[in-house]
């Protein structure tokens, strides 16, 4: 299981400025995480997920995350963020119960102004 | 395209009222969640049902309840509603393992006054 912790609660950029959103990770056995993302208004979705093989993994909307081990961080980036990517980004991690249910990240509020 | 449904988007109760937020899924989903979320604090989990009739404690479930009688609902119960259960409540629902992720509903936002 895993419990998560984002680095950056509020971040402002501009159109076509490349994104980073930190997040890392607590150990916990087998590694499962993922960010969703909830655009203003509507239901949280899930962007991207990670659970063996390439570290690099591909989302939804050129989104990507990079898993490292070695320093517990599974990141969220984007070369170029659009108007349209203003949400918040939840990072999460597979928790301790039964239930499969996840831990949620605190949520890092994205603005991308035109 | 899987489907979550909560019965309300917005709801507005009074400090002692029993509150009952509903959410249905279609896809055949095993589990089923329920999450509070507030500025600042993330989702955090009230309960979660691997089962018809099957529930365990989340992280926060104190002053909730919740019943799950048939597969595709879930529903949670607020006994005597507090003005400190005022917030977003999110359902989610998923297949059984670990490979697979959770589906959200849209929300309810509850008042309590």
């Known amino acids: 299981a895993q419990s998560v912790s984002q680095h950056n609660h509020h971040v402002i950029l501009s159109e076509a400025a490349s994104l980073e959103l930190g997040c890392n990770y607590s150990?916990?056995?087998?590694?499962?995480l993922f960010w969703y993302v909830q655009y203003p208004g509507q239901h949280l979705q899930l962007l991207l997920k990670?659970?063996?093989?390439?570290?690099l993994v591909k989302g939804i909307k050129g989104f990507e995350a990079e898993f490292i081990k070695s320093k517990f961080s599974f990141n969220l980036r984007k070369p170029s963020v659009q108007w349209s990517d203003t949400a918040e980004y939840f990072c999460?991690?597979?928790?301790?119960?039964?239930?499969?249910?996840?831990?949620f990240g605190k949520g890092t509020s994205l603005l991308v102004t035109p | 395209d899987v489907k979550v449904t909560q019965s309300s988007r917005y709801l507005v109760k009074r400090t002692g009222e029993k509150v009952f937020l509903e959410c249905v899924q279609d896809?055949?989903?095993?589990?089923m969640f329920w999450y509070r979320q507030d500025p600042g604090l993330g989702l955090r989990l009230i309960y979660f049902?691997?089962?018809?009739?099957?529930?365990e404690k989340g992280d926060i479930p104190e002053g909730y309840s919740v019943s799950r009688e048939k597969k595709e609902r879930f529903s949670l119960i607020l006994e005597s509603a507090s003005t400190n259960q005022t917030s977003m409540y999110l359902c989610?629902?998923?297949?059984?393992?670990?490979?697979?992720?959770?589906?959200f509903g849209p929300g309810t936002r509850l008042t309590v006054t």
């Open positions: 989610a629902s998923s297949f059984s393992g670990l490979a697979y992720e959770q589906y």
């Open positions: 150990y916990g056995g087998t590694v499962n």
């Open positions: 990670y659970f063996s093989g390439d570290p």
């Open positions: 999460a991690g597979r928790g301790r119960n039964s239930g499969y249910a996840l831990n």
């Open positions: 896809m055949d989903h095993e589990n």
């Open positions: 049902s691997y089962d018809v009739k099957m529930k």
